[in-house]
């Protein structure tokens, strides 16, 4: 089945998002006030970014039953409290509606906004069709002017079909040399199943079909893994890559860029290992999942399952996620297996 009417939807939906959010950084970089503790440009991002996608999502796809299942839902906006950060929600993706052609005659009242936020509430599921939404993911890199992605998936009866991850800040070449400056930075990645996965400038010029490292070498595996320590055991990656041989320090970057690093052969392992009571979130897996398993890659939980996006707004796997291609996997699975059985034999001592 094709899903390109859906992929050109989700391809200008997320660019949108990704001019709203590059405003917002962009004002927060340049201002003198900055403040750790204050959240507030994330927070009118966030909201802005999931408002503009669930509403130009509908409009392009207006035929079809709509569901999403994103990250926000509207309470606190509608609190006495959030009324100043909803008036500069409002006025933020009108602004951003005006800039592009086809909707510059769209305005939208607070009410519609609030709405258009609140079609996030889907629960998901096996049966059916879901979009899967972060409207920011990589908050903390969106913070510190550094990596975040907007990521947007479609679920067709439990199974990813599509995916586009907008990197506003990510560079256009290999992020892996990093003794060159990138020239110019600002991916979109996009996937469709079945149809392989291609990388073009924000700016939608030219795309480049794009594929995974076909490293097989371990020793000549670099890998990423989570900015925030705390986002992820580092030590237990730490003690993967020792196991492997690998040589080159770990890159460390926020957000689902990685995945799309990850598709164009960046590099070539991506680990995940949150700490314990933590439950990941569909939204944060599900665009980069298939941007690198359509580019020949795999991703599955430490067990070597397949991730399973049919049961809801979670993903129940076995305790992180392994992403790589097809000829590293088998070695990547066997140290992960080692290492975290070393893990619970030290712990239980």
Not at 123 to 132: A, L, M, Q, S, Y
Request: net charge negative; aromatic share 6%.
């Amino acid at each position: 089945m094709s899903y390109d009417r859906e992929l050109v939807a989700a391809k200008k939906a997320a660019s949108l998002a990704a001019r709203l959010c590059q405003k917002i950084q962009r004002a927060l970089l340049q201002s003198d006030v900055q403040s750790k503790s204050d959240r507030s440009p994330v927070t009118v991002a966030d909201y802005g970014s999931q408002a503009v996608v669930s509403f130009i999502l509908e409009k392009e796809l207006v035929d079809v039953p709509f569901s999403l299942v994103a990250e926000e839902d509207s309470g606190d906006l509608r609190e006495e409290s959030g009324k100043e950060i909803l008036n500069r929600i409002t006025a933020l993706v009108n602004e951003t509606l005006a800039g592009a052609d086809t909707y510059a005659s769209s305005t939208l009242s607070e009410e519609s906004v609030l709405t258009a936020i609140d079609k996030g509430k889907s629960e998901g599921g096996p049966i059916g069709r879901h979009w899967v939404l972060d409207p920011i993911d990589g908050t903390k890199g969106f913070l510190r002017g550094d990596q975040y992605a907007i990521a947007l998936a479609l679920l067709d009866n439990g199974k990813v079909v599509l995916g586009v991850l907008a990197c506003p800040n990510l560079p256009l070449t290999s992020i892996a040399h990093k003794d060159t400056a990138p020239t110019e930075v600002g991916c979109l990645f996009y996937a469709q199943a079945g149809s392989g996965t291609y990388m073009e400038p924000l700016d939608g010029s030219s795309p480049v079909k794009v594929t995974v490292s076909d490293i097989d070498n371990t020793e000549e595996a670099s890998f990423f893994e989570s900015y925030e320590a705390a986002h992820s055991m580092q030590d237990l990656t730490s003690s993967i890559a020792q196991k492997l041989g690998v040589k080159a320090p770990p890159v460390r970057i926020d957000s689902q860029a990685k995945y799309g690093a990850l598709s164009r052969g960046d590099g070539a392992i991506y680990m995940r290992f949150p700490h314990k009571g933590y439950r990941e979130k569909i939204w944060d897996h599900a665009a980069g999942c298939i941007v690198v398993t359509e580019a020949g890659g795999i991703a599955t939980d430490a067990g070597g399952n397949l991730l399973d996006f049919s049961k809801g707004r979670f993903l129940d796997l076995d305790t992180g996620i392994i992403v790589t291609n097809q000829k590293l996997m088998p070695a990547l699975l066997k140290a992960v297996r080692e290492s975290l059985e070393e893990k619970s034999s030290s712990s239980s001592l």
